[in-house]
């Protein structure tokens, strides 16, 4: 049986799930954004001092869940892709996209979010611990515009410490209400907890994925690495693309002397370990998110400059790029006007396979403790910091390995098969 399954359809299934798991968290963050609004035309001074990063990722989530969807349907004449079959490497790379976009919703629990580790630390997957909530003070109904805007943002927005709730092993609600945790017996005064009729509101926390040795959620670790995975391979192969596009088309254009200038230069990197460059440069100026990305990208676009440079070598003596140069085109509008369209192809095939090379860079980098630190999630940090615990914690190592392998097959994949539909004559290998 044929696969008639297309990507819009898993899309909308997608879309349709996370709407009925996270529908209560999408009313309150639609109502959130509008609160905000209200405040900002209120209080600007009030408003924009309420702002974060948190707050806004919040919000660009919730109004991208509408948008893109809306997007999808006004310009699906434009949008070829979408109905194309459904393959498992597309399928893969979707989620990561849904990961990047939509953390926020999918995951109702911050990253580094951690509460009673006696309890939940290294606990394995599908495990599940009670919940004891206490009252706090989302539960109250606010009247002013302001306090309304911070209800809602307690609501909405991820806290790393959360002290409205304890979790626990057992609880007894006899004539007091104790509840235990790691054998050890504690009182609850009634007043102080959230009560359905007469007695305790508890609930169940299910670690899916497991957690870590700090009682972190595996899953929602690995969601919001997904965030890191991208943005860094996204925001590498943009630069390596600009320097290996420009490079290339003046090596291959001009010829003589800067051709051997750029590909001598470009040999040497080729010739070095670059991965001793790139742990020298993070070393001495630091392990940010913006310095990864800018390493990765300045020391990964040689492979593009000489594609880039063989086809410009090919295409300079055509007739049509001859007449371009002849009518006086600058150099500029030869590159997207003339070499661009033609050489398109290539050009994106080796963007595909090098953001997976640049994946795994940054994860061997957070392995090393040279990536992002311990300031974001990140695959090769939880990789690290499994390995220590490996007899005792096998999921933390192969959650985000198994995960890390998925990626680079699939971007490989994705690659391949991206070549042989763009390539006529690859169709029939």
Request: with cysteine; aromatic share 14%; hydrophobic share 50%.
């Amino acid at each position: 049986m044929k696969n008639r399954f297309k990507i819009w359809q898993f899309l909308l299934l997608i879309w349709i799930i996370t709407l009925l798991i996270r529908f209560e968290l999408l009313i309150n963050t639609y109502d959130l954004i509008f609160s905000w609004l209200i405040l900002l035309i209120s209080d600007l001074d009030t408003a924009l001092s309420q702002i974060s990063f948190d707050l806004l990722d919040s919000m660009i989530a919730g109004i991208l869940f509408i948008v893109i969807p809306l997007l999808s349907i006004i310009y699906r004449k434009k949008l070829g892709f979408l109905y194309g079959k459904v393959f498992p490497a597309a399928i893969f790379l979707i989620l990561l996209i849904t990961c990047f976009l939509f953390a926020p919703l999918i995951s109702n629990k911050n990253p580094d979010f951690y509460k009673n580790i006696g309890i939940t630390k290294l606990l394995p997957p599908l495990s599940s611990v009670q919940v004891l909530h206490f009252k706090n003070d989302q539960n109250f109904q606010p009247s002013e515009s302001f306090e309304k805007f911070l209800f809602l943002k307690d609501k909405v927005v991820k806290k790393s410490f959360d002290e409205s709730i304890q979790y626990l092993d057992s609880i007894s609600t006899g004539g007091k209400i104790i509840y235990y945790q790691n054998g050890i017996g504690k009182e609850a005064n009634r007043e102080s907890l959230l009560l359905r009729v007469k007695d305790p509101f508890i609930t169940k926390q299910m670690f899916i994925l497991g957690s870590d040795q700090f009682g972190r959620d595996v899953l929602t670790r690995l969601i919001y690495g997904a965030r890191i995975s991208l943005m860094v391979g996204f925001g590498s192969v943009i630069i390596s693309l600009i320097i290996g596009l420009t490079f290339g088309f003046l090596a291959g254009y001009g010829g003589g002397l800067p051709d051997a200038v750029f590909s001598r230069f470009t040999d040497m990197l080729l010739s070095f370990p670059i991965i001793f460059l790139v742990v020298l440069i993070l070393a001495l100026f630091g392990n940010s998110l913006l310095s990864v990305i800018v390493v990765l990208g300045f020391s990964s676009w040689m492979s593009l400059f000489k594609v880039v440079k063989t086809e410009v070598l090919s295409i300079k003596e055509k007739n049509y790029f001859v007449s371009s140069k002849l009518l006086g085109l600058s150099k500029k509008q030869l590159l997207f006007n003339e070499v661009l369209p033609v050489i398109i192809v290539p050009i994106i095939v080796n963007v595909i396979f090098q953001f997976g090379n640049v994946i795994i860079a940054e994860s061997a980098l957070s392995y090393l403790g040279l990536g992002l630190g311990n300031n974001y999630p990140s695959w090769g940090s939880m990789i690290q910091s499994g390995q220590e615990y490996l007899s005792l914690a096998w999921w933390m190592i192969f959650s985000p390995g198994i995960t890390l392998i998925f990626t680079l097959l699939s971007a490989n994949s994705f690659g391949i098969s991206l070549s042989r539909k763009l390539n006529p004559r690859l169709q029939n290998d």
